[in-house]
Every structure is written in structure tokens, then in C-alpha cells.
């Protein structure tokens, strides 16, 4: 089992910067992917970008491209969303999830931490 608690989320103007940091505890040698996840209200969650823990191979999603980026640190254990030109369509909970090497899903998923985008 792989625990993970998300920080740096609140209030922005829309054109403004955030970082996001998880931190990685438990089973961690097991863990194949790391993932943001974020659900605005009345809607479903989806994903926004995600990074191999070897190799470090990235995936955005288009809504996200060119203004965020997912980078590890292998050393703290610790995987971090840097969110540039932030928009009020970005509000929501945001949350980090890891995949096990032997799953196919994301199958460990964190708290989540409130990001606010104000027009």
C-alpha cells in the first residue's frame, strides 16, 4: 500500500501559478505511475497529467497542455504539478493517485487539496 498526502492548493487569480506537491510513503518501490486526477463541482473527475516513476515519460491532458507540468523527485519521493496561466475553469480538488507495477489503474489516491481559480 502506498500512502500519499497532496499539498499547495488555494486561491489564485486567473493567470496566476501554483505548484502542487504529493508525497510518496509506504510501498513505494512498487509504484510504476503517478497521476493528477482533479473533479470540479457536479462534475467527473479527470485526469490531468501523469509521469512514469522510471524513465519519467509524461501525459497531459489538452485542457492542461502547455501550461502545466508533472516532474518527480525520486530521491524525497515526491511528484509535483507545476500549474502556470491558471484559468476558473481549473478550480477544483486535486488529487495525486499512484499505479502499482502488477495494476492497470490508479489504485492508491490521496486526500486531495482545494485549488481556486478567481476570474
Known amino acids: 500500500q502506498v500512502q500519499l498526502v497532496e499539498s499547495g492548493g488555494g486561491l489564485v487569480q486567473a493567470g496566476g501559478s501554483l505548484r502542487l506537491s504529493c508525497a510518496a510513503s509506504g510501498r513505494t518501490n512498487s509504484v510504476a505511475e503517478m497521476a493528477w486526477f482533479r473533479q470540479a463541482p457536479e462534475k467527473e473527475r479527470e485526469f490531468v497529467a501523469s509521469?512514469?516513476?522510471?524513465?519519467?515519460?509524461?501525459n497531459y491532458a489538452d485542457s492542461v497542455k502547455g501550461r502545466f507540468s508533472i516532474f518527480k523527485d525520486n530521491v524525497r519521493r515526491t511528484v509535483s504539478l507545476q500549474m502556470n496561466s491558471l484559468k476558473p475553469e481549473d478550480t477544483a480538488v486535486y488529487s495525486c493517485?499512484?499505479?502499482?507495477?502488477?495494476?492497470?489503474?490508479?489504485?492508491?489516491w490521496g486526500q486531495g487539496t482545494q485549488v481556486t481559480v478567481s476570474s
Open positions: 509521469i512514469t516513476w522510471i524513465g519519467g515519460n509524461t
Open positions: 493517485a499512484a499505479r502499482d507495477l502488477s495494476a492497470s489503474m490508479f489504485n492508491s
